[in-house]
């Protein structure tokens, strides 16, 4: 039987929030909130070690290696902008995600070009989905699933119609979860000859915002407020 979890938001000021997350059947709380520039370490442990456990069965390792910096990295831009969101249990981070008003689709900021930073229009500009990553030892407990609530509604908040993002293999069964259709697959060039397959995928929004669409939205400075999740 698959666990009902309950979500509170909690307001420790008026600059940040905190919402967690409970899991009942194993009995671990959670706690999704920004990230800031003291996560950075974490975040560069994390992400190698998510890549090489839960893209393995779709990448070799080679080109889990050779992506890892280029495609799957700490992008500082998101953490500056406010828009990357991390998971903790206890002192132990168990994922990150975040999304993005620029023009990059992926990767981490070193050696990004100028043009990659522009700022987007939302409203003629899609909003971007940016680097999803879950501690293995945090995988298929509905990290992943919190983060993208929190992204789409502020993409909603930020007046964005639509979203793009580009997919791993393992990542494309939770975006096609939450609507977003596959546009385009291809392949992105890697050191030493290697290809990296991807999918493109792309999601419209419906109306001003998703209060109708999203069942988890969390009205902004309401303490204590609580709603039932599904995983």
């Known amino acids: ?43 560069s442990a994390l992400i190698p070690l998510s890549v090489r456990s839960l893209q393995a069965a779709h990448y070799s390792t080679a080109q889990m290696d050779a992506a890892l910096g280029p495609v799957f990295g700490v992008d500082r831009e998101l953490i500056r ?8 249990h206890g002192r132990v981070l168990a994922g990150c995600g975040g999304w993005s008003r620029r023009r990059s689709l992926f990767g981490g900021d070193a050696g990004r070009a100028a043009a990659e930073a522009e700022l987007l229009d939302p409203v003629h500009d ?23 609530h929190a992204c789409e509604q502020a993409i909603a908040d930020a007046q964005f119609r639509s979203i793009e993002l580009v997919a791993t293999l393992a990542g494309e069964p939770l975006y096609a979860a939450f609507s977003y259709d596959a546009v385009e697959r291809y392949e992105l060039p890697l050191a030493g000859g290697l290809m990296l397959p991807v999918v493109r995928m792309a999601k419209r929004l419906q109306g001003p915002g998703l209060d109708q669409a999203n069942p988890t939205r969390l009205p902004a400075g309401m303490s204590g407020f609580r709603r039932r999740l599904r995983p």
Do not use: K, N
């Open 126 to 148: 899609p909003a971007r989905i940016r680097a999803f990553f879950v501690h293995p030892d945090y995988a298929r407990r509905g990290i992943g699933r919190r983060i993208m």
């Open 81 to 88: 902008d406010g828009t990357y969101f991390v998971v903790e």
């Open 1 to 43: 039987m698959s666990a009902i979890g309950q979500i509170a938001l909690h307001v420790t000021d008026a600059d940040r929030a905190e919402a967690f997350y409970l899991d009942f059947a194993a009995g671990v709380t959670f706690a999704l909130r920004l990230a800031g520039e003291q996560d950075i370490p974490a975040l």
